[in-house]
């Protein structure tokens, strides 16, 4: 998997003491929460960053560069975000490659966590998808017909049907990347019985957002809703939602191949009160229960 960091800091790996060493960093992680560490501190852990793998789609939707700026502000813990799709970050994460997750790949993660491969794994925010396509104009439907339809195993099969019944009027694009919205899109088709084939389903090109694609083509997209409610807008408009099966949970982990420093408190920091706050000010997320 490709490991690109995002524009934002590495990590700091102390906390307020300048001769505090990394096992009392761990030791008194509760007081690292509270207390900045002092610059000359800082400084030095620029070269041991926590990096942190993300699905794209939770940095596109601005979930995690939102929780990223605020970890630090209220820490001084300096983190990197390494973007990618859910399942190779999960793989990364396996592998010990990275500190910490941060993705919406639920049964992924879960096979993980039952093999006991990834640990102190919390929802942190609920998210959901969505499916987006042509809008629907005054005199017309949207040409699959689903717009407004509430479950979204009947959107899917009437999607099918109308692309079967008037080839080269409904074209589904699909994320095909091993992310989240790409696995969730699976879990879907699965879930209706439907086996969805070209011509009408189609993967999208790599290094082209789903969006773009699907803009640019008219087609029909799953999308996560914050993704929508960042980079959406016409000639598509929302058409599904609301379905509970769309539900999208966020999780953050962490591997038992490593042990970082500062990887206990960023988990703790983010699944806690002030990471919730966070999460709360977003629109396209709720906060867990």
């Known amino acids: 998997m490709p490991a690109v960091a995002s524009g934002a800091p590495s990590r700091s790996l102390h906390a307020n003491n300048p001769c505090m060493d990394r096992r009392r960093f761990v030791a008194l992680a509760a007081a690292a929460l509270t207390c900045r560490p002092a610059a000359a501190q800082q400084k030095r ?3 041991d960053p926590l990096r942190v793998g993300v ?11 939102a929780l990223q700026k605020a970890f630090f502000g209220d820490t001084g813990v300096l983190v990197v975000l390494v973007p990618g799709a859910a399942l190779p970050v999960l793989e990364a994460l396996e592998r010990g490659e990275l500190d910490a997750a941060l993705t919406n790949a639920p ?3 879960a096979k993980l ?8 794994r919390h929802t942190i925010a609920l998210g959901s998808h969505v499916i987006v396509g042509p809008a629907p104009t005054a005199k017309s439907f949207d040409p699959a017909g689903i717009a ?10 009437r999607l099918r049907d109308a692309a079967i019944a008037a080839p080269g009027t409904v074209r589904f694009l699909s994320a095909g990347d091993g992310s989240g919205t790409h696995a969730a899109e699976q879990a879907l088709w699965r879930a209706a019985h439907i086996a969805p084939a070209a011509p009408w389903y189609a993967a999208a090109t790599a290094g082209t957002p789903l969006l773009a694609q699907a803009r640019q083509q008219s087609a029909y997209a799953l999308v996560e809703r914050g993704v929508w409610m960042a980079q959406g807008g016409k000639p598509l408009a929302l058409l599904v939602e609301g379905d509970a099966a769309l539900a999208a949970p966020v999780h953050v982990m962490r591997p038992f191949r490593v042990n970082h420093p500062a990887g206990k408190i960023f988990v703790a920091w983010i699944a806690g009160p002030k990471g ?3 999460v709360g000010a977003l629109r396209a997320y709720r906060v867990p229960s």
């Open 45 to 47: 852990s620029l070269k």
């Open 55 to 65: 699905d794209a789609g939770l940095i596109d939707s601005g979930l995690a560069p």
């Open 107 to 109: 049964d992924a993660e």
């Open 113 to 120: 966590e039952n093999k006991g491969l990834v640990h102190d």
């Open 148 to 157: 407004r339809v509430s479950d979204v195993t009947e959107a899917l099969t």
């Open 276 to 278: 919730r706050q966070v």
